[in-house]
């Protein structure tokens, strides 16, 4: 079984920065891929970044540029690096692991910009 702990988000101001942060624990070994996605009130779940265990990323474009993911693979943990956020990148964000074709959610974290 796999878990998934997500921390990091909160309130900010438009054009401030948050760093979210998700820790795996488990049964992960060998190739995988982690991410993060959002989802806002009365909209789908949408993919917001994804990094596989080499390095790759993938970013949505509304998010390029201003977005950065990372991750320790020691400490099986990916983060999410937001700067410059918009009222529009208000969102519940969830962290995502793909490991042997199996998917895992982590429990959501708010994000909310606003003034």
């Known amino acids: 079984q796999v878990q998934l702990v997500e921390s990091g988000g909160g309130l900010v101001q438009p054009g401030g920065s948050l760093r979210l942060s998700c820790a795996a624990s488990?049964?992960?070994?060998?190739?995988?891929?982690m991410g993060w996605y959002r989802q806002a009130p009365g909209k789908q779940r949408e993919l917001v970044a994804s990094?596989?265990?080499?390095?790759?990323?993938n970013y949505a474009d509304s998010v390029k540029g201003r977005f950065t993911i990372s991750r320790d693979n020691a400490k099986k943990t990916v983060y999410l690096q937001m700067n410059s956020l918009k009222p529009e990148d208000t969102a519940v964000y969830y962290c995502?692991?793909?490991?042997?074709?199996?998917?895992?959610w982590g429990q959501g974290t708010q994000v909310t910009v606003s003034s």
């Open positions: 995502n692991l793909v490991v042997r074709g199996n998917s895992y």
């Open positions: 488990g049964s992960i070994s060998g190739i995988y891929v």
């Open positions: 990094i596989t265990s080499s390095g790759s990323t």
